[in-house]
């Protein structure tokens, strides 16, 4: 877990390094806070990850409809 932990999380100073890594691989799996927010005129939901320091990440209306059985995820927070 501790393995899992330290390959996945991006604290806010290694920031470059994670994004340096997808571009590399192509993709990798991460931990961290997003923010998701609707954008009416673009008809699409876009992403912001708190310590990736990425701003503008295209989400799927896929994977919204996946999440929308999650109160908490569909909501957001109260």
């Known amino acids: 877990m501790v393995e899992t932990l330290s390959r996945q999380y991006v604290r806010p100073d290694e920031a470059n ?6 571009q590399q691989k192509g993709s990798h799996r991460f931990i961290d806070k997003i923010h998701v927010r609707y ?3 673009e008809r699409r939901h876009w992403a912001a990850m708190e310590n ?3 701003q ?4 799927p209306s896929s994977f919204i409809a996946r999440m929308s059985g999650y109160s908490k995820v ?4 109260k």
Request: hydrophobic fraction near 40%.
């Open 17 to 22: 390094k994670a994004q340096s890594l997808v």
């Open 39 to 41: 954008q009416e005129r």
């Open 52 to 54: 990736f320091n990425s």
């Open 56 to 59: 503008r990440i295209a989400i």
């Open 74 to 77: 569909a909501c957001g927070p």
